[in-house]
Every structure is written in C-alpha cells, then in structure tokens.
C-alpha cells in the first residue's frame, strides 16, 4: 500500500535552532515527493519537490530510498517558519493525480 | 498566471441538502484533484479530473461527484448532506501526472 507516515504532530523548537521534520513513505517503485506548507489562513503551497533538488527557504529534502524517507531540514530555524508542513506523495501508475499526504506536522518557533 | 480559485468560500448548509462547489485551475492546466481536510483524518484524496473524464476516485461514497468541463473548470457536488461533510474542500490544478497547485478551499459547515 502507498502511505506517508510523519510521526510527529508538533515540533516546538527556538529560533536559530535546526530543524528536521520526518517523513517516511511506503510505495514500490520509484516515489515522487514533495514537500508542502500550510501558514496559518493561508492556502497550501508547494515548498520542495524531490527531483528539482533545490533548497527554498533554506529548507532542504534528500530522498533516501533505502530508508524510505524524505525528511525536511533547516540549519536555523525562523520564527516566520511557524507553520503546519505536510509530505506528500504522488500516486503511481494507476493512481492518477493522487497525491497521498501524512498527517502533518505543526512547526512551531519560539522566540 | 492567476492561481487555483474556489468559490464560494465558505458554506453553510444543513442534513439533507446539496451543495455544489467550483474551482477554476491555473490557465494551461488540465488535471484538477479534489481533496477533503479535516482536523481528524486529515487531505484525502476524492477524485481526479483530466480533460472532461474523471481519471481516479478515491474512498467516497456515491454522493460525493464531480465534473469537468471543456475550460478545466471543475465542479463537485455533494448530495445529501451529513455532519461528517463539515470539512475544507480543497482543489488542485497539475499540468500533468506532477506537482500539484492548491486552491484556497471552500469551508462548508453542515448543521
């Protein structure tokens, strides 16, 4: 079964400290990953994308496909990180323009 | 280029009835996703739509349908509705079998 798993609801850290949101994701076959954010009375938006291997906001994901993750990192963390992230992977073949979230997880920085 | 738009943003309506609800996707985009958000079981995915033909459906009952038309727009309709509809229905526009595009969503709230 395709599934995303982030184990952690809330993640409190401070300001400038790393951060790293898990993701872990079950699907055979090569996986297509993503990364969104959800500020507060916003809509959700697109953050990272695997295959683009780019870094936005400072936020960085390496798909690890032998421990079938894709964490989310940041060396220092900003208070206007604050949000509600989500990974999410897309359905395969037969499974069209299905992407399959995890439950999320609120970042919350402190001051 | 415009983003994905809902409307209307926020309903209310009460066992029984019907609702419709609108997305417009990004000019070019033919895939349109619809998702549904709630607090307890999170985005879950409801149906696909490319080119006037719904490509893949998730675990909804039958009252949850939709459309496409010739412009990409999209509609879905809810029948009879539960208090368990309460929720944000997002929509999603792709260029393709790849990243998604988040509208606002629609808040519907059934009493």
């Known amino acids: 079964a395709q599934r995303v798993t982030q184990p952690e609801k809330l993640l409190s850290v401070f300001k400038g400290a790393p951060v790293e949101l898990k993701c872990n994701y079950s699907y055979s076959g090569s996986p297509e990953l993503f990364w969104y954010v959800q500020y507060s009375r916003q809509r959700l938006q697109l953050l990272l994308r695997?295959?683009s291997r780019e870094s936005i906001k400072g936020f960085t994901a390496d798909l690890n496909k032998g421990e079938t993750s894709f964490h989310l990192k940041k060396p220092f963390a900003q208070e206007e990180d604050s949000a509600m992230y989500y990974c999410a992977l897309l359905g395969g073949p037969g499974n069209t323009g299905k992407l399959i979230f995890g439950q999320g997880t609120t970042l919350q920085v402190k001051p | 280029k415009a983003g994905v738009t809902q409307t209307p943003r926020y309903l209310i309506k009460t066992r029984g009835q019907q609702v419709t609800l609108s997305c417009s996707p990004i000019?070019?985009?033919?895939?349109v996703s619809w998702y549904q958000q709630t607090p307890g079981q999170g985005l879950q995915f409801l149906f696909e739509y490319f080119s006037e033909t719904q490509r893949n459906k998730g675990n909804f009952p039958g009252r949850f349908s939709g459309r496409q038309f010739s412009n990409s727009r999209s509609e879905m309709n809810v029948s009879t509705l539960e208090l368990g509809d309460s929720a944000l229905y997002l929509c999603?526009?792709?260029?393709?079998?790849?990243?998604?595009?988040f509208g606002p969503g629609t808040r519907l709230t059934v009493l």
């Open positions: 999603a526009s792709s260029p393709g079998l790849t990243v998604q595009y």
């Open positions: 000019s070019g985009h033919r895939s």
């Open positions: 695997h295959i």
